[in-house]
């Protein structure tokens, strides 16, 4: 069974730093290409960022370009997202997916 | 980046009817590969989402065979044959030729 876990969410400040976790199983990680999306309150999908299968291409939304960094463990089965300079705009839950599933997300709230 | 527009935004329907979702890419996504890169997504009340259909046309195991995806180049439509009360929820086309985006989303509901 394809399972994808996220953690690492949480009540940060503006400025603030929060680095997200993945752990996949169920399938064979280091051959999918992998995805962070978000959605914030009320809102619909965004695609954050997503990363090739060797973790040679890294590709993000405009929004968090320069702030936020994806990366994988294909030893570990795990995807990561850091976000640092964190903005309430930010506010959202994350999800890790791949073309064919997703995870159940973690909130990440950036308030004062 | 290629811009998805769904329509309609919002739909109420009555159980056993018929319902469509129409969803337009603001470029082609025909790969080279004669592979389209469209996807549809259902999102029910309180979960995160779960790939309905991909391709266009192909569905996902264990979906059933009431939804139905057609469609080429530009202009796509989600079809629900057979509307049930499970079928509640946001609905968003999504392309993946390029950096991934998705439609606004269409809310389902039922009357």
């Known amino acids: 069974e394809v399972q994808l876990v996220e953690s690492g969410g949480g009540l940060v400040q503006p400025g603030g730093s929060l680095r997200l976790s993945c752990e996949a199983s169920g399938f064979t990680f280091s051959d999918s290409w992998m995805r962070w999306v978000r959605q914030a309150p009320g809102k619909g999908l965004e695609v954050v960022a997503i990363?090739?299968?060797?973790?040679?291409?890294?590709y993000y939304v405009d929004s968090v370009k320069g702030r936020f960094t994806i990366s994988r463990d294909n030893a570990k089965n795990s995807l990561y997202l850091q976000m640092n300079s964190l903005r309430a705009e930010d506010t959202a839950i994350y999800y890790c997916?791949?073309?064919?599933?997703w995870g159940q997300g973690t909130r990440v709230t950036v308030s004062s | 980046d290629i811009v998805m527009t769904q329509t309609p935004l919002a739909l109420s329907v009555t159980p056993g009817q018929p319902a469509s979702i129409s969803c337009k890419s603001s470029?082609?996504?025909?790969?080279?590969?004669?592979?389209?890169?469209l996807y549809w997504h259902l999102q029910k009340p309180g979960q995160s989402p779960q790939v309905l259909i991909y391709?266009?046309?192909n569905r996902l195991s264990g979906v059933p065979d009431r939804f139905s995806g057609s469609g080429s180049g530009t202009e796509f439509t989600l079809k629900i044959s057979r509307v049930e009360a499970e079928d509640v929820g946001l609905y968003y086309c999504?392309?993946?030729?390029?950096?991934?985006?998705f439609g606004q989303g269409t809310n389902l509901e039922i009357k």
């Open positions: 470029q082609s996504l025909l790969r080279s590969d004669g592979r389209t890169s």
């Open positions: 391709e266009v046309s």
């Open positions: 999504m392309q993946t030729i390029q950096f991934p985006t």
């Open positions: 990363i090739k299968q060797d973790g040679n291409e890294k």
């Open positions: 997916a791949k073309w064919d599933y």
